[in-house]
């Protein structure tokens, strides 16, 4: 099923959102290397003699200002409910279900 749903989504252009950065245990070198594009963190974080720790963000797929998230498997049974605000729209995001809120003229995915 994710494989039907990132062809389905890529060929309407969303895109998967992926932001990589570096961290360490010491909270004021992050604040101070937050900013910083992921090779200078890095380099920050080494030159302080700290242990840099790679982490991401990851978005499964992305238009304009919309985000969606697919879920299946052991996360999808997780007891939570988010509400989303995007744009004046409140929506109520259940795990289990996708739902696709269009918010576009078009009325595109």
Known sequence: MNAEFKRLLSTAKWDESRVSYWVTKNEKLIR??????????????EEAGESPIYSYNQTDFVKERVAIEVQFGKYSLINRT???HIEGIYADFKPIFL???????????
């Open 32 to 45: 101070k290397t937050l900013t910083l594009d992921a090779k200078e963190q890095k380099k920050e974080i």
């Open 82 to 84: 988010r509400m989303t």
């Open 99 to 109: 739902f696709l809120i269009r918010v576009n003229p078009l009325n595109q995915i």
